[in-house]
């Protein structure tokens, strides 16, 4: 897998050279004209929404335990908000650079805006490899990080979450630090501990909300779940959620994937006995569940759906021809390039775009935050029926968009997404 911003040689099914993908800012923007094209969004709306608000870049030193300082570079991209306030995760990962941040933020802002959330979009990222770090590492890492951008964060400022190798225990030295210097605020972030404010069902909700998201998508096509073969690549905490309700609905997960690889079986994985070993912290190539196969052989395999759950940008204009599922569940963010993207529609794969199969963690963190401003907590019932109506509701109106439309459910999508940040944009006065 290429990282943000390399180029690559692509081609078509056809065997035609399709353009080479750009870096992701760029990308989602291609994809951004495209649905604007759909809603006939005018020029100056469109330069108003293409480009963040604000971008901070900071240079972060970490004392390790072994008394060295080490320098990491971290980011806060805030996208947009004019439908309230800025709301994205935070990851770390080597890989970690401003166009896929900025990326993320702008994706941010579509997807709260499709699931009519009152928040913009932002992301956050630090580029360094946890696996290489102690826990007090991580912790004076996370503080540092905190309070040098702690001034643009806040409740009703900017929200963050937990993203890519980030959890629940980051997210609490993130509150605390930030508590330290503005006082108690525990709905200054998402994804928290319970004994901190966090909710039943936020951890499970991204994986959840992509089971959701899926039934709603066999309701409208007419389709049984039950016995379908679903192949996802990652089993973190998304992948691993996910395939546990699937399991538990009677879909048949053929394959999964993590760092170390996959296992496969035509007729369906234990997931049970792989989550369980997942959750002591095993690789998959260690479960003794399945046959082996690599990452690459899993998003070729003959399956009806087929999630990439894990990195972005792993399926480009060179590796969509050999792609064999129904349809592609994006539970990932950004895993289609705009060329692979265009390969899969020329072949008749239906892709549920990102901003839509995904969005259960936004709105799980809505939920949160919305029970600490509250400060009332519901029960786990509520957190996820609320979830499935979210979901299934905005599922509804894509595709109702896209068949209004006769565009892509990406388009529709975005399209959704788009009118609503516009009109806000416009009836707040941004361009008069």
Same mark, same amino acid.
């Given at each position: ?13 056809s ?7 750009p ?16 809603i006939?969004?005018?020029?100056e709306?469109r330069? !108003? ?6 971008e901070v870049?900071?240079q972060?030193p970490?004392?390790?335990?072994n008394?060295?300082?080490h ?8 996208h ?7 709301k994205?995760?935070?990851?770390y ?11 993320l933020?702008?994706?941010?802002t579509?997807?709260? !805006?499709?699931v ?5 979009g932002a ?14 590492e ?7 990080f ?5 001034s ?6 900017d ?6 190798n ?20 525990p709905?200054?972030?998402?994804g928290?501990?319970?004994a901190?404010g ?22 409208h ?13 990652? =089993?973190g ?8 309700e ?58 009806? =759906? ?9 399926i480009?204009?060179?590796?969509a021809?050999?792609?064999?599922a ?8 950004y ?51 609320e ?8 599922? !509804? ?8 439309h006769?565009?892509?459910l990406?388009q ?11 009109? !806000?944009t416009?009836i ?5």
């Amino acid at each position: 897998m290429a990282r943000c911003g390399e180029r690559r040689h692509v081609s078509t099914a056809s065997g035609h050279p399709s353009p080479i993908d750009p870096p992701a800012h760029e990308a989602i923007n291609r994809y951004i004209d495209a649905a604007a094209d759909v809603i006939d969004l005018s020029a100056e709306m469109r330069a !108003a929404l293409r480009d963040p608000a604000r971008e901070v870049s900071v240079q972060i030193p970490v004392r390790m335990d072994n008394g060295s300082i080490h320098m990491v570079r971290g980011y806060r991209v805030q996208h947009n908000d004019s439908r309230g306030p800025y709301k994205g995760g935070i990851r770390y990962h080597p890989t970690v650079d401003l166009s896929e941040v900025r990326a993320l933020a702008s994706l941010m802002t579509w997807k709260t !805006a499709l699931v009519d959330l009152p928040f913009g979009g932002a992301k956050g990222g630090v580029e360094i490899d946890p696996r290489d770090m102690t826990q007090y590492e991580l912790e004076r890492l996370t503080r540092r990080f905190t309070l040098m951008i702690g001034s643009i964060l806040g409740p009703f400022q900017d929200i963050p979450a937990p993203d890519m190798n980030t959890n629940a225990q980051v997210m609490a030295w993130i509150m605390d630090e930030y508590s330290d210097r503005y006082g108690y605020s525990p709905a200054m972030v998402t994804g928290k501990p319970l004994a901190l404010g966090g909710a039943p069902g936020r951890e499970a909700a991204t994986g959840l909300g992509c089971v959701y998201v899926l039934e709603a998508f066999c309701e409208h096509n007419h389709l049984s779940l039950i016995g379908k073969r679903v192949a996802i690549q990652g =089993f973190g905490n998304v992948g691993r959620h996910m395939a546990w309700e699937l399991f538990k609905r009677g879909a048949k997960v053929v394959a999964v994937s993590d760092v170390s690889g996959g296992v496969a079986d035509d007729g369906g994985l234990d997931i049970a006995v792989l989550k369980d070993h997942a959750d002591s912290g095993g690789l998959l190539i260690d479960a003794g569940v399945g046959d082996h196969i690599s990452n690459a052989e899993l998003l070729a395999m003959q399956c009806d =759906f087929l999630a990439p759950a894990a990195l972005g940008e792993v399926i480009t204009g060179s590796n969509a021809p050999s792609v064999r599922a129904r349809a592609i569940l994006e539970a990932a963010n950004y895993p289609v390039t705009p060329s692979g993207d265009e390969v899969l529609g020329s072949n008749g794969v239906t892709v549920i775009p990102d901003v839509l199969a995904n969005a259960g963690g936004v709105t799980g963190s809505y939920f949160e935050w919305t029970q600490n401003i509250q400060q009332f907590t519901w029960k786990l019932d509520r957190f996820n029926g609320e979830l499935s109506d979210r979901l299934k509701s905005a599922y !509804a109106s894509v595709h109702l968009f896209s068949e209004q439309h006769g565009c892509s459910l990406r388009q529709a999508a975005y399209g959704i997404g788009l009118h609503r940040v516009a009109e !806000a944009t416009r009836i707040r006065g941004y361009l008069s």
